[in-house]
């Protein structure tokens, strides 16, 4: 690589910067068409980016999950920490998933990994993510409460060359397949992966062949950088001070109850310190986290409240700084237990936004969801003996704003991905959706109300299956801000025939789910922003119309007939 190559001009930069951006893009949809399982082509639970030669973020596809840049960082710095750059060859593709070996976050997301050469020189890597429907372990869905250690939650994959030169290492493929539920489904999800790593290799390839590869590696270069500038700039304009904030996991799906998130913001001038001293020691059920994965969800907060335009890369990475305890929830180590971690990300970027309230007011929001409400069901289909693996994460209500109403039923800050259709659920599924909707009065009450949750209510057709699932704000609302008022918890409910219900755990381990019963999934509303009595009496009288509320509801929070 020519080093003489002088920097590009602005306007280069920002032409090549968008042509990286589409073949990241293109991966991304490539990837989701190419999938079998609903978690990816549906739900699109998946992420593609470009990496450079270093190691470091460059550009991630627009509609990838925002946590993944976490895996994508861990992967290489685990990747660079087991082998040298002389043993990284064309055709290469390395596959990880472990947090603790590999760089992960948990186990169902396998990254991928391939350099890109041109003339045979090292250019940097092409790498997707995708979160594999089940990797293994003790219950269907690798996600399930209750579990204590890592060994438990499935397959571990460290740094390992799954390609070498092209040549798939098929007994390596093996192991991973034989140690997955529906196998089938599996091979082709990763089959998906291969073909979106070599097509975003090729269309790299022909913009270094159009550009030169040394002027596509400063481009590299000045992404981040800029970036970096860009997010201090932003920084800078927060009042110094120090900020602090405490909010707390309902459970961790074993003993301990109400573990406890502790935050100290320190701004001065355009730097930004994030330490979570005080946070619980890592727990012994799954709602753990690499340091890695917290500090994603600290930078995507801080990124969404300050300037949500910024390119997700390494420069927003390096612009933060972020510190945790060494054993603690939010940097555990092996062999703790992290099945769960997008909980522990929500309330994360939860805790953030708290803090930042006071200097940031109008980009502040009331509490989301805050979970990503998980249910599995699994089971054979009755009718080809098959066995399938239902996975979603559920959305829920999005928090009141500074000048406007939370979102209903949405996905929240750092998951990203979409709804699974009902028509696709039966349609791949022995699996009956009897009820799915929003849930009235659920949204916190405020001048901005919150967002409301929703409810789902799936029964198995023909046979008997397992359900397990996870949810957080089941025991602690979310809370509202600046005098706005707690959105609803969420709740998991076994509805009987005769429609008896009884109340399951927050985080229920596997259960035989008979054809004669349903599981009902209510998800967390969101909190309201702003005083109750200050709303507009035009927005009452519109959540009146909307049959959203009842007249108790809008009598009771906002004292009118």
Known sequence: MNQNTPSPDPITTEILSNALQSVTDEAFVALMKSAYSTNIKERHDHSCAIVDRRGKLVVQAWNSIPVHIASVLGQMEALFAKFDISEIQEGDIFA????????????????????????????????????????????????????????????????????????????????????????????????AQFAALHLAERRLQDIAAKNGMGLVAKVFEEIISRTQK??????????????????????????????????????????????????????????????????????????????????????????????APLGTMLSCVAPASVASRAHTSQRIIDVVIGALAVPLPDAAVGAANGANSMAVFAG???????????????????????????????????????????????????????????????????????????????????????????????????????GGDAGASGSFWLEEADGSRRQLGHKPPDMPLREDQAVVVNTPGAGGYGEPRQRDPNSVAADRMSGKFSEDFIARNYGLD
């Open 96 to 191: 990880a998933n472990d947090p603790h070996e590999g760089g992960g976050t948990h186990l169902p997301d396998v990254s991928l990994a391939m350099p890109v050469f041109v003339e045979g020189e090292l250019l940097g890597f092409v790498c997707n993510i995708a979160h594999h429907a089940d990797i293994g372990g003790m219950s269907p869905g690798s996600m399930a409460g209750g579990m204590s250690e890592i060994y438990q939650e499935g397959l571990r994959i460290p740094v390992i060359k799954l390609f070498r030169r092209g040549v798939l290492d098929r007994d390596l493929f093996d192991i991973l397949l034989l140690n997955v539920r529906v196998r089938d489904e599996r091979r082709g999800d990763y089959n």
């Open 230 to 323: 860009r997010m201090r700039e932003s920084i800078a304009g927060i009042p110094d001070g120090v900020y602090r904030f405490e909010d707390v996991m309902d459970d961790d799906g074993r003993d301990t109850v109400n573990v406890p998130i502790n935050l100290t913001a320190t701004i001065e001038g355009d730097r930004a310190v994030f330490d979570f001293s005080g946070t619980a020691p890592q727990t012994p059920g799954n709602i753990n986290i690499p340091l890695h994965g917290t500090k994603a969800a600290v930078c995507y907060a801080l990124k969404a409240m300050l300037d949500p335009e910024i390119p997700n890369n390494h420069g927003v990475l390096d612009a933060v700084e972020v510190t």
């Open 380 to 482: 054979n289909d009755p009718e080809t003996g098959e066995p399938y693996v239902y996975l979603e994460t559920l959305g829920g209500g999005f928090g009141g704003r500074n000048d406007r109403d939370g979102k209903d039923g949405v996905q929240v800050h750092i998951t990203n991905t979409s709804n699974l259709p009902v028509e696709a659920i039966e349609m791949e599924y022995p699996l009956l959706v009897e009820r799915y909707g929003l849930i009235p009065d659920s949204g916190g009450a405020g001048q901005y109300r919150g967002g409301l949750g929703l409810q789902r209510v799936v029964r198995p057709l023909g046979h008997s299956c397992i359900f397990n699932g996870v949810g957080e704000r089941f025991r602690n609302r979310p809370w509202g801000i600046f």
